[in-house]
């Protein structure tokens, strides 16, 4: 995923807002691969808050498939992600 920010690094005060699709459909987290099941785009904010500083601002909701540590069933697991950096 890439994304100019050209115009938000050299405007004051410019806000961009774009929804990203996540590209991604699974990883691997201490040795175990997980799958990505269902995944929203990724709404994005970027605001300028000086002359070469932006806020980066993100939502979204996904759900991947992990391990039940009771059963050991592979179950569906819902994420509420946000992001401010």
Known sequence: MLVNLTNVFSSVEKVVKK???L???DFSYNGERHSIIFKEPIAM????LAVGKVLVEGNSKLSIDMKCDRCLKVVPYEMDLQFSY
Not at 45 to 48: E, L, S
């Open 23 to 25: 590209e991604m459909n």
């Open 45 to 48: 904010t970027f605001t300028n």
């Open 19 to 21: 929804d990203i699709s």
